[in-house]
């Protein structure tokens, strides 16, 4: 199980790398597969996020892409939002949680797919609304609580539709954003006794290296076509664990 849980560090680190999200989303149904408990399965991923995310994030700001003024609102309402939906948990049924990860992760997918981004491909920052940014960051937070992710998957697609920034300074925040947002659901999670520390560990272990490469990746190459075919599969992923 533990060669699995690894190959599934990297997996999830490296696409969190290529498309500004921190992976729990996708970790949490793929470690129920291998054979880790549901609450272990939502809750161990999310502090092996903080350093993929950060280590995604530096990337992105050695090239001067991360737009502070993004990343300073969506924290204003995103930290209390991510405690009170891990809070929450204590009445939620473990198994739920997967479920409802793996339908976000079909809803994501086809948003991506079947919505073309506006914003243009460039590396500066356009103004936006401020209540735009506090409303993603306390969506997110809520989301990222309740399923004890740091709302990566939410984050860029987001910033994309409804603060309207260009696709590379979206991946850019989103990383800033989910490593701060990963700090207290996983505090929470820790506290409620729902973290397996071995199984945080281990994907950490293969999760960092392959975070950096892959935004590594995305700084090089066309991010729009990256993150359609990132969406497809996440439809596909979705789709598959719903069925099994």
Not at 153 to 176: D, E, N, T
Not at 210 to 235: D, N
């Amino acid at each position: 199980m533990w060669f699995e849980i690894a190959l599934i560090g990297a997996g999830v680190g490296f696409l969190g790398g290529l498309f500004g999200k921190g992976g729990s989303a996708v970790a949490t149904p793929l470690l129920v597969l291998v054979g880790v408990p549901p609450f272990a399965a939502v809750a161990s991923p999310l502090p092996a996020t903080v350093p993929g995310t950060l280590v995604a994030a530096d990337a992105y700001r050695r090239r001067g892409m991360i737009p502070m003024r993004t990343v300073g609102w969506s924290l204003a309402t995103g930290l209390p939002a991510t405690l009170a939906g891990a809070l929450a948990t204590r009445w939620i049924d473990g198994s739920a949680l997967v479920t409802a990860t793996e339908v976000i992760l079909v809803g994501i997918g086809i948003r991506i797919v079947a919505v073309p981004s506006t914003a243009a491909e460039e590396d500066g920052t356009t103004e936006v609304a401020t209540w735009r940014l506090l409303l993603v960051g306390g969506l997110v937070g809520i989301a990222g609580g309740l399923l004890a992710n740091s709302g990566g998957f939410l984050l860029a697609p987001l910033y994309l539709a409804v603060a309207r920034l260009p696709i590379k300074p979206a991946l850019a925040a989103s990383l800033a954003v989910s490593a701060v947002l990963a700090i207290p659901g996983t505090i929470v999670h820790a506290a409620l006794g729902h973290v397996d520390w071995a199984v945080t560990f281990v994907i950490a272990l293969t999760a960092v290296p392959a975070s950096r490469m892959g935004a590594l990746v995305a700084l090089r190459t066309e991010s729009q076509r990256l993150e359609r075919i990132y969406g497809a599969a996440l439809v596909i992923l979705g789709v598959t664990l719903l069925i099994v």
